[in-house]
């Protein structure tokens, strides 16, 4: 069981940056790959980065390649999200999530957070 809270959310400027933080609790948290999801007003919720349980592998959604980087802390049991040159359209609820594997499906993900807001004002 895993326990994922996230922080960092808010009110930008477009071409300004933000860092998400997701905390998990739970000792097995090092044994799940985490990835960060986002749902806009009116849109469904959209894959953004994942990164693997050892964090040498990650991967991109296209809208974010180059701009946003995943990492994460095992040792502080916390995965992070730097988002850099923010635009308008990145304007959503930001999730965090834990599975079993580093993938791009939602449902592949059994443990989710109640979300973070970002607000990328142009």
């Known amino acids: 069981q895993v326990q994922l809270a996230e922080s960092g959310g808010g009110l930008v400027q477009a071409g300004g940056s933000l860092r998400l933080s997701c905390a998990a609790s739970?000792?097995?948290?090092?044994?799940?790959?985490m990835g960060w999801f986002r749902q806009a007003p009116g849109k469904e919720r959209e894959f953004v980065a994942a990164i693997s349980r050892g964090g040498r592998m990650t991967v991109y959604a296209d809208s974010v390649k180059g701009r946003f980087t995943i990492s994460r802390d095992n040792a502080k049991n916390t995965v992070y999200l730097q988002m850099n040159n923010l635009k308008s359209e990145d304007t959503a609820v930001y999730y965090c999530?834990?599975?079993?594997?580093?993938?791009?499906?939602?449902?592949?993900?059994?443990?989710w957070g109640q979300g973070t807001q970002v607000t990328v004002s142009s």
């Open positions: 739970g000792r097995t948290y090092s044994e799940y790959a």
């Open positions: 999530a834990a599975g079993s594997s580093m993938v791009r499906i939602q449902r592949e993900y059994g443990f």
